[in-house]
């Protein structure tokens, strides 16, 4: 099946600030203009949602990855992420990192290789996610991917 993924705006923070709160995820730290962000709406309900939040030039951080308990194990997750990897690429990010509580698993059938948070880069270790907001037992893992052909 093929999903219609949208650039999320600012009038949809409220459905992704509810859908992060339903999946136990945090929502202090979103962008305010919420640029990074893919949504899927199906009707008036948010379906799922996620981001890319750019570290540095080469280095972005996957965060916020959320699909609606209904709609689960449908294969949204892996269509987002797909989504946001190209569009990383595109703008020339390199390194991917996620942290993460749940989706250890899923993560690393995606090409995300666990790393001790000790090994972290320095770009992932001053953000807010790897200070405090996600918990000391959060997985790191990163996705290196080629630079494109010049």
Sequence with gaps: ????????????????EALLIASALPVTDL???????LILREGDILAACGGIEPLDPSTGLVRSLAVAPPRRGQGIADALLDALEERAAASGLTTLCMLTTTITTFAQARGYVPIPRAQAPEAIRVTAQFQGLCPDSAALLIKERPAPRT
């Design 1 to 16: 099946m093929t999903w219609s993924f949208q650039p999320a705006e600012p009038a949809d923070r409220s459905a992704i």
């Design 31 to 37: 962008p305010a203009d919420l640029d990074g962000f």
